[in-house]
């Protein structure tokens, strides 16, 4: 089942008070409208009805696709400093709708479970999945790109995300977190995502660092090797 909860929040241009349905989970394979909202970027975007002003609320809620395999904890992206907190918790809410002592647990033997963080986050797992690409390849494939590129724009107020995929093509772009406006486009061939997983020891020591949890992300050994120094 989706839930939503209705609310009022004041309009942050002109101070009106706008209705509005905030999600807190979404079932896609019950509202696959819901799903292509999302895709297309109108998901939880509204317009305040006294003076035009469009704005879309940060996403925290909890996406699941049984048909696809997928359960996706969802936070803003202003929460990406607290990842390692915010992977547990997300964690421990799957374990206990699917893991081991829950009756869904068979369920959950075929799941894949990931936290992501801001709606660029979310609509790079969604389109993945549907192009039938590893979210663990998918990452390897960016640095890859970075290095030959030789800039790592990254920050955090910008992103490189996957925006889609071909037969021929993965379309990155680096976005700006806050608005999503895409700053550049990169297209790469689709063949760089085999001759990663045909160089298996070239990439597993990252592979594994980046896969090593809930947040699959190239960025996860950059935040751990701060947290582990600022500790």
Known sequence: MSIFEAIELPCASCGAPVSFSLVHSVNAARRPDLRSAILNRSFQRQECASCGHVFRMAPE??????????????????????????????????????????????????????????????NEKLIAAEAGVDDRTLELAKVAVMRVDGQVKVGPDREFRLLGATADQLVFGWLRTDTEELEEEVAVPRTLLAEIEAEPADWQALRDEVGSGMFVDFRRPMFAAAAAAAA
């Open 61 to 122: 809620f909890t996406y699941l696709d049984v048909g696809r395999k997928q359960f996706i904890a969802v936070w803003p992206a202003s929460d990406l400093a607290d990842w390692q907190a915010l992977e547990q918790r997300a964690q421990g809410s799957f374990d206990k709708a699917f893991g081991p002592e829950s009756d869904a647990r068979k369920l959950g033997e075929a799941m894949n479970a990931r936290v992501v963080f801001g709606w660029a986050g979310l």
